[in-house]
């Protein structure tokens, strides 16, 4: 199976600090075969209480795309938000369904991550996937992110 994500670092400064609350975004674009996905723009920044879109394009050799969100927080595993397909409705988390939206547009190959209301707790390392997602047992999982000139990126536990 072919399995591609990109990632996006998402940090929190400290109001003190800063005299705010700031959220910083950094993207980056994973490659491997024909299906990609692409974190196009470059550092996006929202402070605390707004919303904040989190851009992910893509490309897939299926005619059926099975897009995917994850949130990585410290040291845990990867939670799943949601998934968006072209064919079908997808899945959001009861956990994220308030603030966390996505559409997937197949002619712009884009699905995009909305976070409305922005708290600290949404600091984390977010995943844009094409499918299939990770596989593995449910307990443990691996995954490469790859760099464009097909070295490693990230290994995701």
Known sequence: FNFMLAAIL??????????????CY?????????????????????????AVTLGCQYNSSSSNY??????????NSPKFIMSRFKI?????MKEFEER??????STLRSVPL???KLQLTDSAVYY?????TVTGSTTTLYKNLWREDNTILHNIH
Do not use: R
């Open 114 to 116: 909305k976070i409305q």
């Open 26 to 50: 950094c993207f980056t674009e994973c490659m491997a075969q024909t299906d990609n996905v692409l974190q196009p723009e470059g550092d996006v920044t929202a402070p605390e209480g707004e």
């Open 100 to 105: 966390f939206s996505s559409t997937l547009d």
């Open 10 to 23: 998402l940090i929190l400064f400290d109001q003190v600090s800063f005299h705010t609350n700031t959220i």
């Open 128 to 132: 844009c996937a094409v499918k299939p």
């Open 88 to 92: 079908g409705e997808g899945k959001t």
């Open 66 to 75: 099975y897009l995917y969100w994850y949130k990585q927080d410290g040291n």
